[in-house]
């Protein structure tokens, strides 16, 4: 079975544009919950979603917003993007929402200059 | 608010030692306990969990962890060390079934030959 697959792998854009990333989750798997991690703040979750709505929000602006689609695929976008928002973003998985077994996709590293 | 501490950013050990990573958490109430693994460049790997039941919990690649309610620890051990081992672990918390997962700062392991 596949894993979680994340694209981009890696993006560099410019303050104040804005970005989408995107998420394919494991084959059945109907919960999507996406991570920042910096070096500085750790991994900080940013929402969860489940059966295309958003059951769990982080502590994280509205600049960051996200959807799930009815496949569960999910896309996360970053809108006036900043410095800040350098980070490695990571995406999960699992079969149900709030389920214990996550599997983590590899990340999309974004850096914005 | 749960939060989790993970005592030491950095651990190194010979091959062959004991591995011990210590964690810590702050939960109102007895929480879902789990230690993931980083390698460079890759997304996180579930090690192992603990939900209910016994307290100690054995995991993959021969760690166990045991669950410690009146410490409100649950660090994470292997008899002895392997090269391969070398990587970022983290702790992290559940406080309810559904509600996000609270990630530690992570330590990272580094094996000497």
């Known amino acids: 079975k596949a894993g979680v697959t994340q694209t981009p792998r890696y993006l560099i854009k410019t303050r104040g544009q804005q970005v989408t990333l995107s998420c394919s989750p494991i084959s059945g798997h109907r919960s999507v919950s996406w991570y920042q991690q910096t070096p500085g703040q750790g991994l900080q979750f940013l929402f969860e979603y489940f059966s295309e709505t958003q059951r769990n929000k982080g502590n994280f602006p509205g600049r960051f917003s996200g959807r799930q689609f009815s496949n569960s695929r999910s896309e996360m976008n970053v809108s006036t993007l900043e410095l800040g928002d350098s980070a490695l973003y990571l995406c999960a998985s699992s079969l149900d929402w709030g389920g214990f077994e996550q599997y983590f996709g590899p990340g999309t590293r974004l850096t914005v200059t | 608010a749960q939060s989790v501490t993970q005592l030491g950013s950095h651990v190194s050990v010979s091959e062959g030692a004991l591995v011990l990573l210590r964690c810590n958490y702050s939960s109102s109430v007895p929480p879902y306990l789990f230690w993931y693994v980083q390698y460079p460049n890759q997304g996180l790997q579930l090690l192992l969990k603990?939900?209910?039941?016994?307290?100690l919990v054995k995991g993959i690649n021969g760690f166990e962890a045991e669950f410690k309610k009146s410490e409100t620890s649950f660090h994470l051990t292997k008899p002895s060390a392997h090269m391969s081992d070398a990587a970022e672990y983290f702790c992290?918390?559940?406080?309810?079934?559904?509600?996000?997962?609270?990630f530690g700062p992570g330590t990272r392991l580094s094996v000497l030959p």
């Open positions: 603990y939900t209910t039941g016994a307290t």
């Open positions: 992290a918390v559940m406080e309810n079934y559904g509600q996000n997962f609270v």
